[in-house]
């Protein structure tokens, strides 16, 4: 890095710098040069237009309409074709779209006041003002004002402003925050940064912007700032997600919203509101708006259960663990999910879908069965916070025997009115009934 910093410092405090014209320069077919000015136009060539250039060490030219090579400096106000250099290509100039085709350098690739048109690759990292094609950088690229197309970089990418296209950091990339945004893909091995996205944005380990439409996967995603305009419109993966506003569905281990207009899916959600749409997670929390409730109940596929239900009345969750001892002895839990609607002002509409795993009593020779019930269940609130449920249901139920000799475990007096067996797999059809009180 300090060898870099050298020759960028020596190429920019060279004797007679260009001036930033934009008037027509002269122009010749080509020139050559050992270490500037010593070369076939001296001094001049900083002022002229060659459509081939060669320097064995150091070249400075005005502008370039074809193709010049370098074995260590390339200096260049205006670029129209293919630049190489062994260390570095330098360009410096106040007009837009400086560098229009390809860069390539072994080390750095550095145009401080135009922008690139083209391909620029660096064997460590190019710095630009904006690009509007593709951008290679062996370590990282960085300054770059805009991005329209590709930016690859080894270690991270820095854009302080806009990206349209695809941005792939080795670690990490980072889009300036303000008005900026990344309209296109942005990934990154272990985190990206950006004010907005608008399509893709992947990293390893954590996505962090203020703004996501579209898709953000990562092991952490986090939305950040104020609510009116910290949000997720379209779809969020990863184990830990994080926002103030989510219009859409959101997929991960831990779940935190202030406010939902859409689906979640995880093991814990937390929610501050729930506008629209409602949470399927094993542990769901709605600060305001929770609901919860207690069910003791009797069932002919659950002889005595109690169940406790949390989330909120238009999508809940449900646990439940009960008893049978009608048929054989044994244990069941359960875990599905509900919604609860009112009718009239006694009478709730509850239907639900529930899965039961069964298990003996001594918890040994367990043998696999487990049951699908959807229920079509009415409560009628008899107070505020008690009421009796009654609950018909279908259900199937798959189970297994460990051999031709045991027998199927029978987990209800009423007979299946379908039942198939193959392969010592028992699959049956049926109905069932559940009776409890609900407080």
Known sequence: MALIAVV?????????????QLIPAPSYPAQVSIFYPIGTHGKESANHEYNFSLNLFYGNIF??????????????????????????????????????????????????????SGVQIGGLFNQTLSISGVQVGGLFNSRACCIRGIQVGGLFNVVSSDVYGIQIGGLFNKVGFGVSEVKGVQVGGLFNVACEVNGVQVGGLLNDAFKVIGLQIGIVNRTIGRVSNS???????????????????????????????????????INDTIESGGSLSLVNIVRRGFYRSWEISVADYSNLALTYRMGTRNLYTIYTVGANFIEDNLWNIGIGFGHRRAINANLDFRPEIVTYSYYTMDFRNIQPAFSNHLKLGFVYNVSKNFGISIAPSVFQLSSRRCNSDADFYRVSPIAPFHTRERNNWQTAFGVGISLGVVF
């Open 8 to 20: 960028l410092m020596f190429v920019s405090g060279t004797v007679n710098a260009v001036t930033m």
């Open 63 to 116: 502008s370039l309409n074809g193709l010049e090579i370098s074995g260590l400096v390339n200096r260049t106000q205006r670029v129209r074709g293919v630049q190489i250099a062994g260390l570095v290509n330098y360009s410096e100039s106040g007009a837009n779209n400086a560098i229009r085709g390809v860069q390539i350098a072994g080390l750095v690739n550095h145009s401080f006041h135009g922008g690139t």
């Open 231 to 269: 949000n997720v419109t379209g779809l969020q993966i990863g184990g830990f997600n994080r926002t103030c506003v989510l219009g859409g569905l959101q997929i991960g281990i831990f779940n935190r919203t202030q406010t939902l207009n859409g689906l979640q899916i995880g093991l814990v959600s």
